[in-house]
């Protein structure tokens, strides 16, 4: 059994077990550091190590099965660290201490430590600044103010006396006013958020979740938004209870979220889990998502931003990730008209979501509008309803149900028309699936390029209930369809096991090619 260190920090190291398993270990295992025994029965391929000292030298040992693997490691130095209760911060949980925390963060020298202890700091959004690490030790709790009018306002678009435009809010996709988040980067690099404490953005004790569709001034704000920053980790922290999407990367470039838990409520409106938007070269290792929307979702903007910026969400790493409920376990789109490639999600469990794997785009998201390189290997999905959606109608928001989109006839490709890929699955098992194996169904003038299918098994719920496999006008609901394939340049089925299917185990329609085992 071996293991690497995916992250040092100056008081922290996260290892990765190098296995096949799925999360969790088949066997327990024990972790001393120097000698000294800190973790017991342990069981997940990732683990983490806290309260470590700066600029030192350690060794780990990892024992399985009366194994012994020892690893050593030196973590970064650190030039100060300073305590957030040394700016007057109380930690009560009803003080207002942002502006402790806020002076506290401003006043980090570079390549310094702001440490958050135990407590509950009752806060304003707070905002980030470059060459530092922000430490939230375990029972740390940074918890958003309820009141609305607490949440400064970030502008869509400014523009200067050169008509040259920056953007700072953003909502769906769209340069849009929208409150400032809990956590706030704008414009900053180097930074590190780490420790077992937690950010709480107590949506549930505000008003963020009525009405959630409707802008009031201003949209919704995020638990943790990125804009347009470079060189960001989060390690260990807990993100819950957001407004509005969880964490938001926002053009925003070579970003680790390592061994981190985001929750919300499973009915909580448009919470998902991790949204990077335009983004590249991202690492989400070991993360534990259960949230009330889609649990990662990879976009690129709408048109406007597609057009204007092409910039692609792209070199993504999916691993050793456990995704619970929500709408979909791993997303792309549906505003993603910058495009999207270079996907790569491994050893991860889905369970109980509604999709596991969910594209979804449309006609008027753009020609730039185009995903790449997408593979699934070694996943396990359990009571996920349709574990594979590909879907080029997809008919949400007013403009999603026009006849332009829903339309089954061939139109014109043109600036509006996206285009997706290859898209390659192996080595997965979905047990109690419930509406459909697989649901891909392309557009007419632009078909999915190809879909392949290599040693999978996917097998029906006895009890099975019936729903729509994929978000789209005009189609029936389903249930226990096999896997299904309209409009798609090439569908390839390698060793594929489908069982308690109602029907043929694969429907092919308007394919160009088709090839089996």
Partial sequence: MNYNAVLVTSRSVTFELENKEIYFTNDKYNIYLDGELIMENQNKNVFSIYQLSPDQEYEVTLEINDHKVVKKFKTLNEKVAINVKD????????????????????????????????????????????????ELEENAVLLGSTHRDSYPILPGRISD?????????????TPDDCHASLITGLYVENVKIIGLGKIDGNAQNATWWENAKVKRKSWRPRTVFLNQCNNITLQGVTIQNSPSWTLHPYFSNDLNFIDINIKNPSNSPNTDGLDPESCK?????????SVGDDCIAIKSGKLYMGQTFQKKSENIVIRNCHMRHGHGAVVLGSEMSGGIANLDVRQCLFEKTDRGLRIKTRRGRGKYATVENVS??????????????????????????????????????????????????????????????????????????????????IHFANDAASNKPAMMCHIDPVTKLGIYANNVETVELN???????????????????????
């Fill in 87 to 134: 700016f007057g911060a109380v930690g009560d949980g009803s003080t207002d201490d942002t502006s402790a925390v806020q002076a506290a963060i401003l006043s980090c020298p570079e390549d310094g430590r702001v440490v958050i202890p135990e407590g509950n700091y009752y806060v304003r959004p707070i905002f980030l600044k470059s060459n530092m690490t922000l």
């Fill in 161 to 173: 006396k050169e008509d040259i435009e920056f953007y700072l809010g953003t909502w769906e996709g």
């Fill in 281 to 289: 070269n991202i690492n989400i290792i070991g993360v534990n998502i």
């Fill in 376 to 457: 699934f290997t070694n996943i396990k999905m359990e009571e996920v309803l349709t574990p594979f959606v590909v879907n080029m109608f997809y008919h949400c928001d007013p403009d999603g149900k026009v006849q332009y989109v829903w339309d089954k006839n061939p139109l014109p490709v043109d600036d509006r028309t996206p285009f997706l890929g290859e898209f390659h699955f192996e080595d997965i098992e979905c047990s109690d699936a419930q509406v459909a194996a697989g649901y891909f169904y392309g557009l007419p003038e632009q078909k999915i390029k190809k879909v392949s299918f290599k040693n999978v098994k």
């Fill in 495 to 517: 060793n594929i096991e489908i069982t308690g299917q109602e029907g043929e185990k694969v429907i092919i329609e308007n394919c160009d090619e088709y090839i089996k085992d």
